[in-house]
């Protein structure tokens, strides 16, 4: 069970509606491909692919609405657009959101760090609100008081 489930609100809302408008881009674009009078011969086939390659190009984009970050007692798991990654609380040293960065970052051991994709400088309050969250439950779940 998490504690604490973090995810981007005005990235995915941002996300979804560029994937809408590139989807719709491209289907239009396949639907009105053979009226016009161009002097390339395009036929059906041409049509589905510039469709398909219309939703594929809008499920590479939803790609980016992927990002999250749950805290709990086991840990803390970081999903970022293709990647999860799972770290334990004593492989912790703490969470900082750099200067002009876009994303928080988990800072850990050995001075190596990974980004948080989910908590994102504009989601200003929300994302501060996140941070303080994961300060309290690094400290109750680490051992620091």
Not at 15 to 35: D, E, K, P, S
Not at 97 to 103: A, L, Q, R, Y
Request: charged share 25%; glycine share 8%; aromatic share 8%.
């Amino acid at each position: 069970m998490w504690d604490l489930e973090v995810r981007p609100r005005h990235a995915i809302l941002t996300v979804r509606i560029v994937a809408v408008v590139i989807a719709a881009f491209f289907i239009f674009g396949g639907i009105v491909l053979r009226n016009g009078s161009t002097g390339v011969n395009f036929r059906f086939a041409d049509q589905i692919g510039m469709c398909l390659i219309g939703l594929l190009l809008a499920g590479g984009v939803l790609l980016l609405s992927r990002p999250r970050v749950r805290v709990g007692a086991r840990g803390v798991e970081v999903r970022n657009i293709l990647s999860d990654n799972h770290f334990q609380w004593q492989d912790i040293r703490g969470i900082s959101f750099p200067d002009k960065k876009s994303w928080a970052r988990l800072e850990l051991v050995h001075d190596e760090y990974v980004p948080m994709m989910a908590i994102r400088s504009n989601d200003k309050l929300r994302a501060a609100a996140a941070m303080d969250r994961f300060r309290e439950l690094g400290a109750k779940y680490s051992g620091e008081n």
